[in-house]
């Protein structure tokens, strides 16, 4: 304990100086990287030790989430607290406190996942991407307008050469428009940063279809006028930029080039893309930038997040799928064996098995214990005794209209076959309905599925390509085909809408988090509806 007071004491005390610093931005940036990275190698010891005693590490936790006097162990508070309900829906990475020599104190004894998070994440960058810690080298996309999202490198702000009040904008349309501005600004920038895979989708979206506007923008030094755009806002946004002819001219040289590569030609230094959330069926948004816009970058997603907590860390960022450690100082893990037990048992973090599949119950604050995150795990490895996974699914995302149950990543698999056998077709996005949601207007038929995909390569689907969806869907699930062959279940409806629909699908959302896959409101449905082309 005392060699990680010393430390802590160390660096509290840098953290102390370089606050007082605010003239001298690059000094300031230094000490405040030096002494991040010294706590930053604590915490990745201590992670270390933890792993080697998950367990005891996990008795721990389960203590410091219980009220005072409640009888100790992971097997008493079992018996006491029956399995409860879903987990509080909250926004994926919460706000967080400044960073003040205090908390770094606190660090060296306490458990503050967002604070170890961040910092094994500055340590994992500064190991693999040497030039990616540089003072305002780092651009951030990310919108969170109730509740602002902290990034991932938020202990170390001088990273980042966005405004944090873009972030805040009403409208995300806005708010990554202008984000985007002051990354192109930057030529020099090292790491490109994304709150959701779907979020840097939809700013590069924006950049094909409005780069005119953007060059110009950065010519003149302006922020134009847009809807969601406050004017107050505008004019303290605008305060920060400067004309910039020279940048704006290169912006127009490669965007009239092609888009094929486009991110490492506007940023020739740049060394990673940063997503906050790749995993599961937001994957398909990072394959897609890989093969297009972002080819030849890496791309590197830090955090396992569910249910608003921070709950793993990917150490492994050149790694092309993500794989996160649980680690056993964050939360109190339990898992439910896949597929269900008629009589469920929770089996815990030291008790999993590799290659298996598991549900996800999570203690992760005080007064909610045992809940459901409505996630399904699967066991990759194990980094000494903690186990690594990756999100297979989310159970609220599966289509059933007569108890069927067709998982999210499966009928994602079904679709991206289907995709494949029209030439020339890409799949860029998708979203399904289930009949019940359309009332009346579903006709008298039997319940059925409707599915919303955008394309590129096709301007129309025939009716042999539509039916060739349902038919993937009857050779991947048996079951779905008994209820196809007795008329159960009626025929798959496929629809095609426009380019850009699913960016304002999103914008509708209201909030930041990753795409659903299938939609539950009627003003969801009517907006991807009103957008239908075929």
């Keep these: 304990m005392l060699p990680a007071v010393a430390v802590a004491v160390a660096v509290a005390v840098a953290v102390a100086v370089a606050v007082a ?27 270390e030790l933890r792993g080697s005693e998950v367990r005891r590490s996990q008795e721990r936790r ?13 097997d008493a508070f079992r018996e006491r607290y029956p399995l409860g309900q879903s987990c509080s829906d909250e926004v994926l990475g919460g706000q967080v406190s400044p960073l003040r020599p205090w908390t770094l104190l606190c660090s060296c004894w306490g458990t503050d996942p967002p604070l170890q998070g961040s910092l094994l994440y500055l340590d994992i960058l500064r190991t693999t991407f040497p030039q990616a810690l540089a003072p305002r080298g780092t ?4 919108w969170a307008p109730a509740c602002p999202r902290a990034p991932a490198g938020w202990p170390l702000r001088t990273l980042y050469c966005t405004p944090a009040e873009a ?14 501005l002051f990354a192109l600004r930057t030529r020099a920038l090292r790491v490109l940063e994304a709150g959701l895979a779907s979020e840097l989708q939809d700013a590069l979206l924006a950049l094909r279809t409005g780069w005119h506007g953007l060059a110009q923008d950065l010519a003149l030094g302006r922020v134009s006028p847009q809807p969601g755009l406050p004017e107050d806002t505008r004019g303290r946004l605008q305060a920060l930029l400067a004309p910039d002819a020279t940048r704006a001219a290169e912006v127009r040289a490669e965007c009239a080039r092609s888009f094929e590569g486009i991110v490492q030609r506007l940023w020739p230094q740049l060394e990673v893309v940063v997503v906050g959330t790749a995993y599961s069926t937001e994957q398909h948004y990072c394959d897609a930038l890989r093969q297009a816009d972002c080819k030849g970058l890496p791309f590197y997603c830090p955090f396992y997040q569910a249910a608003g907590a921070l709950l793993g860390v990917n150490l492994w960022p050149q790694e092309p799928a993500p794989r996160f450690l649980l680690c056993p100082d964050w939360a109190f893990y339990e898992f439910l064996p896949c597929p269900a037990e008629e009589e469920p048992r929770t089996v815990l973090l030291d008790e999993l098995w590799e290659g298996r599949e598991y549900g996800l119950v999570l203690t992760a604050r005080p007064g909610e214990y045992r809940c459901h995150a409505g996630e399904v795990l699967r066991v990759t490895g194990f980094h000494k005794q903690c186990p690594m996974v990756e999100l297979v699914r989310r159970e609220s995302q599966a289509l059933s209209v007569r108890g069927e149950s067709i998982p999210e990543d499966r009928f994602c698999r079904s679709l991206c076959r289907a995709v494949g056998m029209w030439p020339g077709a890409r799949l860029v996005d998708y979203v399904c309905v289930e009949s019940a949601l359309l009332g009346a207007s579903s006709g008298a038929c039997a319940p059925h599925y409707e599915v919303f995909v955008e394309l590129w390569g096709l301007r129309d689907l025939s009716e042999g390509q539509r039916y060739k969806l349902d038919q993937c869907l009857q050779e991947d699930f048996p079951i779905y085909k008994s209820f196809r062959f007795k008329g159960s279940i009626g025929p798959l409806r496929l629809h095609m809408v426009g380019a850009g629909a699913f960016a304002r699908l999103r914008d509708a959302l209201g909030s930041a988090i990753p795409m659903p896959r299938v939609l539950r409101e009627e003003r969801l449905l009517q907006l991807i509806q009103n957008t239908v082309i075929s």
């Excluded at 651009?139 to 990310?142: C, D, G, H, V």
């Excluded at 972030?167 to 985007?180: E, H, I, K, T, Y």
């Design 21 to 47: 610093l605010p003239a001298a931005p690059a000094l300031r940036h230094r000490l405040l990287r030096s002494a991040l990275l010294r706590a930053a190698g604590w915490s990745r010891r201590r992670l």
């Design 62 to 74: 389960l203590r410091r989430l219980l009220p005072p006097g409640t009888a100790r162990g992971s």
């Design 139 to 142: 651009a951030l996309l990310s």
């Design 167 to 180: 972030s805040a904008l009403p409208s995300r349309a806005a708010a990554l428009r202008v984000q985007l």
